[in-house]
């Protein structure tokens, strides 16, 4: 792993780290972390591998990032006070993002340091063709559980602002009063 690479793995760490205290919901709360993924995809994803089964194991890892981004969101606690949203990562959510970043941290170690024949021997038994489908598999992972998780935070925030605004049903008997003044 290169500088750059334990730079932005730890900046990931410490977004949500940075959540377990409740902060306002803003566009600074979406604007880092999807800057960092967007730099990461910039710097590590030139291409795509569509050959053999590249995209069956692209796919099931996007699968795995959306899965932890949707339940990081889910249980990213978010309230309304005023006219402001506030957002704090409860321990599931941010168990869930060290999991997520562990685990292609840990990958990427274990590869480093023995790992890599064993990698090459799955890829050839799985018709994996080149080491860039694991690379996308990894990035679009990532970039995928950062936007899936601040996508379900936005749409929770948007659901908490609209239930503020509803106006609280007056009952049954003022639905009954108001069908007698008829």
Same mark, same amino acid.
């Given at each position: ?38 730099? &990461? *995809?910039?710097?590590? /994803?030139?291409?795509?591998? #569509?050959? %053999?089964?590249?995209? $069956?194991?692209?796919?099931? !890892?996007? =699968? ?54 064993? &990698? *090459?021997?799955?890829? /050839?038994?799985?018709?994996? #063709?080149? %080491?860039?489908?694991? $690379?996308?598999?990894?990035? !679009?992972? =990532? ?40």
């Amino acid at each position: 792993m290169t500088t750059t690479d334990w730079i932005t793995d730890i900046a990931l760490l410490l977004v949500v780290f940075r959540q377990l205290r409740e902060d306002r919901l803003d566009a600074k709360t979406y604007l880092i972390p999807l800057g960092i993924v967007a730099f &990461v *995809a910039h710097s590590y /994803l030139d291409s795509v591998p #569509t050959a %053999g089964n590249d995209l $069956v194991l692209i796919g099931a !890892l996007v =699968a795995v990032g959306a899965a932890l981004g949707i339940a990081g969101g889910v249980y990213t606690r978010v309230r309304q006070v005023g006219t402001h949203l506030f957002i704090k990562a409860g321990a599931v959510s941010a168990a869930l993002w060290v999991l997520g970043m562990g685990a292609r941290m840990g990958f990427q170690l274990w590869v480093d340091h023995g790992g890599a024949d064993d &990698v *090459a021997r799955f890829s /050839l038994a799985h018709q994996i #063709t080149t %080491g860039d489908a694991w $690379v996308a598999a990894f990035v !679009l992972m =990532a970039l995928t559980e950062v936007v899936t998780r601040l996508g379900t935070i936005f749409l929770r925030g948007r659901m908490a602002t609209r239930e503020q605004r509803q106006p609280v049903a007056a009952g049954p008997r003022a639905a009954v009063a108001a069908d007698r003044s008829v």
